[in-house]
């Protein structure tokens, strides 16, 4: 079967705010070309189609980045904290409430803020609320003590209900999710709960980022919940990292350009159906792709790679269709829409077909084919084949060093290609290794893999 991939990348620029939630929008106004803060392109790897080869076609999203004096974002965010008993260990609840209070440090007046904590059961330590005083919120976050099990989804449904309180445009409406431990207590099915946080996510338009402390966590359903949830995953090795990590995310979020970011790509359904998406999560409805990115951010960068299969041969030329919609923050929430469309057509030779080749395409396409390969040995090391997991990340290694025979090396296929090597030395003795030596090998190529997937640096 003869396939086709299409790729996408987004990145990211705030206005006067309002309680209306993001399917209560203004009427679009269409931009004739990339002039608003958000700006993308379409690249085809090459404008012919010839013979049995795929067919690519990349899409690229970038955000302006704001003036460094420029007012920050308003927040509105839930902080949900594990104290079960394994949070005891290795001091790890104690760096939890540094972070937090770093965390009321930085609000602002205008900010809302609540906290949550799970165990056995859910306590709200902090309603959303703006901090009247802060000195008392510390010492009620330094009372905490570790104690139970995990309940992680009424904690984290909590957190969502504590933000939906408060929601509004123009505001960073997120849901920061911490946890050490496997969730064994209320709902605990990883697909269920990713569902969930994809139909929260498209109705209240709350985003969540998560954080997994230590090697015990369950790392597919954290980084799974921030997939759907249009946040951020963290693996946070070291306790110690805590509050510095959580900073990080603070500060990334300080300044929204544009909330309810979508991508849409239309295709010819007649030559074409869509046999993989990769990077995010995404809805296909008839002949359209749609990737809904929520908030974007100053210098933000998303990136999704779509691939089709070609149903019969391409006589004939081919339309792809792109449109960006965002709510522009910096302009009272006007609806931008931006077009392109690019055309892909039968090549006359395969000379012609040669040199219609796109280079820039071609090292997009390595990087997301290769991190797929080395997700799936990932997956088959989980399940304890380290012998199949050897042969398949060979397999990834192998492809990418054709790449990069054949085309210059990005800076992006270094990066996946380093992170195969490293992967592969520590698969090497992974029969030898300690239970605790194999989590810890397990997540930090997962984390690795995930980062080079969404571009994170």
Avoid: C, W
């Avoid at 009321?104 to 056995?120: F, K, L, M, P």
Wanted: aromatic content about 10%; glycine content about 6%; proline content about 2%.
């Amino acid at each position: 079967m003869l396939a086709v991939i299409l790729f996408v990348s987004v990145a990211a620029y705030t206005g006067t705010f309002s309680k209306q939630k993001p399917n209560e929008i203004n009427k679009p106004f269409k931009h004739k070309s990339n002039d608003g803060p958000i700006q993308f392109s379409t690249h085809l790897d090459n404008e012919y189609f010839y013979d049995n080869n795929s067919v690519y076609l990349y899409v690229d999203l970038k955000a302006d980045k704001v003036k460094a004096d420029r007012e920050r974002t308003p927040m509105n965010i839930a902080v949900v904290i594990d104290k079960s008993g394994s949070m005891g260990e290795k001091n790890k609840l104690e760096y939890v409430k540094k972070a937090v209070d770093y965390i009321i440090d930085e609000v602002g007046r205008e900010d809302y803020v609540s906290i949550i904590t799970y165990d056995d059961y859910v306590n709200v330590l902090q309603r959303s609320a703006r901090i009247r005083d802060k000195y008392e919120l510390k010492d009620k976050v330094s009372s905490l003590k570790p104690s139970g099990y995990t309940n992680l989804s009424e904690g984290m449904f909590e957190g969502y209900d504590e933000v939906n309180k408060s929601y509004s445009r123009g505001f960073v409406n997120r849901v920061f999710l911490l946890s050490d431990g496997l969730a064994n207590k209320g709902i605990t099915d990883r697909f269920k709960l990713a569902d969930m946080v994809r139909d929260k996510n498209r109705r209240d338009g709350i985003t969540i980022s998560t954080f997994g402390v230590g090697n015990d966590f369950n790392e597919n359903l954290m980084s799974d919940i921030a997939d759907y949830g249009k946040g951020n995953y963290y693996y946070i090795k070291n306790s110690s990292d805590i509050p510095e990590i959580f900073a990080d995310e603070l500060k990334s979020v300080r300044n929204l350009i544009g909330q309810g970011t979508k991508m849409r790509i239309k295709f010819p359904t007649e030559y074409l159906g869509v046999s993989k998406v990769f990077g995010y999560p995404y809805d296909i409805s008839g002949d359209e792709v749609t990737v809904d990115f929520k908030d974007v951010f100053s210098g933000q960068t998303k990136s999704v790679l779509i691939k089709f299969d070609v149903r019969k041969k391409i006589d004939r030329k081919l339309s792809f269709d792109s449109e960006l919609t965002y709510e522009d923050v910096n302009a009272e929430f006007k609806m931008v829409s931006s077009n392109e469309q690019k055309e892909l057509q039968p090549a006359k030779s395969n000379e012609q077909y040669q040199k219609g080749k796109s280079e820039m395409v071609a090292q997009n396409i390595s990087v997301f084919e290769s991190n797929e390969m080395m997700e799936n040995a990932l997956r088959e090391a989980d399940n304890g084949d380290y012998n199949k997991a050897r042969d398949l990340l060979s397999g990834a290694k192998t492809y990418m060093n054709e790449q990069m025979n054949t085309i210059s090396s990005s800076p992006e296929m270094k990066r996946q290609s380093e992170n195969m090597d490293k992967y592969e030395k520590d698969l090497g003795g992974a029969e030898t290794k300690s239970e605790e030596e194999k989590k810890e090998m397990q997540k930090q190529g997962k984390y690795d893999n995930y980062n080079s997937r969404k571009k994170n640096q």
